[in-house]
């Protein structure tokens, strides 16, 4: 795809429905007892694989235009598939189903493609272990494809040594399902707490208390209805692009704003992006969500580091680019996770943006960004398979002097595949 610099972005988005919370919605809909109806869901390749290994398992979802409907029989009703479970390219799919077949009395096989098997699976093997579960993979249960005989599992008190909502969610939906036993698991810094906020809706009773989260045994969850917000990892993306475009204006409609997934708008306000929020006060209960205008802005560079980590964990890539226009330097550290995801964010991130003219130095846990940096283009680059990748590049042509050849553009299907209609709709 042949991608060019714009003069200005105007108009308004409707981010696509937030990935983790359709992932959640859709499993949480499967093993609850009733009808689920999800709107606004993400009809991206990873959610539907999700729908896709649900399905294999017996599990009856009508997908609409408008909804996605989920038959639930609860737990009992999950089937043995006949077939191996393919999550595609999708660790959310890969780990959060882990933690449900584990408690299921049946063998289940699971594969992704060449991404998710590089990715590690020992961080969810482990607990799941020791709470009775048998996984057996490559490297001991640290890769896929992996085999799992589910079966009784007793409680755990576990410690994760990763802020990971994957993990948190896999050993939660694992506790869900260990007779009258508790549960808690405690992270190093608070990870997206989704899977909390989504349990209660579906009935349960989910305990909280600073970085533990608490689950007993047992409990039914019962059947829902979800509005999902938009991304805001997707928005990311348009927030970003508003500000380093020149005379540019965008408003993105219904942004999910949980807390534990904000770093974002905190970074923009922080670099002294001219922005406005404006809160849906009828969505504060479950997931809030609000409106978010951007305009063109001077930024400074500043420092990402800690507890800030995983809530924008997501958004490094966009945040990296946003930087190489900041007024003095970005640095971003404590993220070594970035090498763990849909690729090593750390080199793609580097190696593409350096071709277009950046000057960003990797570092072990993340990068050092030079601001003020003039991106001339006349490059190809690639996405590497990687959706955000891909989206990051894209909105790099609109500022880069000579155009820009992006290959493998359609790994952008995996989260937002409307990205390069909005893009075009909203460029002048
Ligand atoms: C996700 C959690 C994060 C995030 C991923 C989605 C989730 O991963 O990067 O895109 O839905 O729970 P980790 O749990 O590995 O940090």
Redesign the pocket.
């Given at each position: 795809m042949i991608l060019k610099k714009v003069n200005r972005l105007e108009g308004e988005i409707a981010v696509p429905g937030d990935?983790?919370i359709s992932?959640?919605a859709v499993m949480f809909g499967a093993i609850a007892e009733g009808e689920t109806t999800i709107t606004h869901f993400l009809m991206g390749a990873d959610c539907l694989s999700t729908v896709s290994c649900f399905r294999k398992m017996g599990v009856d979802i009508e997908i609409t235009d408008s909804a996605v409907k989920i038959k639930g029989k609860g737990l009992s009703g999950i089937k043995e598939p006949s077939e191996l479970l393919d999550t595609g390219n999708s660790?959310?799919t890969t780990?959060?189903i882990m933690g449900i077949l584990a408690g299921l009395p049946y063998h289940f096989c699971l594969a992704g493609d060449e991404s998710i098997a590089k990715r590690p699976m020992a961080r969810v093997t482990e607990p799941l272990r020791l709470m009775g579960a048998s996984i057996d993979g490559r490297g001991s249960g640290n890769y896929t494809p992996l085999s799992i005989r589910g079966g009784s599992l007793s409680g755990i008190q576990y410690s994760s040594p990763?802020?990971?909502?994957?993990?948190?969610?896999a050993i939660l939906l694992a506790g869900l399902n260990a007779i009258g036993e508790t549960t808690t698991v405690v992270e190093p810094y608070k990870?997206?707490d989704?899977?909390e906020r989504m349990l209660k809706v579906f009935g349960a009773d989910v305990e909280e208390s600073g970085l533990s989260v608490s689950i007993k045994g047992g409990q039914v969850l019962k059947a829902t209805d979800i509005e999902v917000p938009g991304d805001i990892?997707s928005a990311a993306f348009f927030l970003a692009a508003g500000a380093i475009v020149p005379e540019s204006q965008l408003v993105l409609k219904r942004v999910g704003m949980n807390p534990t997934r904000t770093g974002m708008i905190d970074v923009l306000k922080e670099m002294g992006a001219d922005m406005e929020i404006k809160y849906d006060e009828a969505s504060m209960e479950f997931e809030p969500m609000a409106d978010i205008t951007i305009r063109t802005s001077s930024l400074k560079g500043i420092t990402i580091s800690g507890d800030l980590i995983?809530r924008l964990?997501?958004e490094i890539p966009i945040i990296a680019l946003l930087a190489t226009q900041a007024e003095g330097t970005t640095v971003i550290k404590d993220a070594e996770?970035l090498k763990?995801?849909e690729t090593n964010r750390i080199d793609t991130v580097v190696n593409e943006l350096n071709k277009l003219g950046a000057e960003i130095e990797p570092t072990e846990d993340g990068m050092i960004i030079r601001g003020k940096a003039s991106l001339r283009g006349g490059e190809e680059v690639s996405s590497h398979g990687d959706h955000r990748i891909g989206m990051m590049l894209s909105i790099a042509s609109c500022i880069a002097e000579q155009e820009i050849k992006l290959i493998e553009e359609k790994a952008v299907q995996v989260s937002y595949p409307d990205f390069f209609n909005d893009l075009k709709r909203v460029s002048y």
């Open positions: 990935k983790s992932h959640r660790g959310t780990r959060l990763v802020a990971s909502a994957q993990v948190k969610s990870s997206r989704h899977t990892s995983p964990i997501d996770e763990v995801k």
